[in-house]
């Protein structure tokens, strides 16, 4: 055997192992780490507001128009912020500051 031919059987064959190892590693079962089960038994707890969201969901365009989901989606942005207590801000009006430069509308 040339040089050439070695060089060549030999990266057929790491690569094959490479293939080969890879995939045992794939198909066998891995240990949940030790925090996990702390994650699973929470999400069987029920949660009212998880509930609702999903009701919401459910209602799909309507949803918008229904001060409960409004309620809902209001305490769910502050939960997820880490606010303490709701927000003051109305549940009606737009959830953005305007800039100065934007124009007025005539009504307000």
């Known amino acids: 055997m040339d040089g050439k031919t070695l060089a060549r059987t030999a990266a057929v064959i790491l ?3 490479a293939v080969t190892a890879a995939a045992l590693g794939m198909s066998r079962k891995q240990d949940k780490p030790a925090g996990e089960g702390v994650h699973t038994t929470a999400g069987l707890m029920p949660d009212p507001v998880r509930d609702g969201l999903r009701h919401c969901q459910a209602l799909g365009e309507a949803a918008l128009r229904d001060d409960g989901c409004a ?4 305490q769910q942005r502050d ?3 880490g606010l303490g207590e709701p927000s003051e801000r109305s549940t009606g009006g737009p959830a ?3 800039s100065p430069d934007a124009p007025q509308r005539v009504g307000q």
């Not at 309620?71 to 209001?74: G, K, Q, S, Y």
């Open 71 to 74: 309620r809902l989606w209001v």
């Open 79 to 81: 939960r997820f912020l």
């Open 96 to 98: 953005f500051s305007r």
């Open 15 to 17: 690569v094959a192992a």
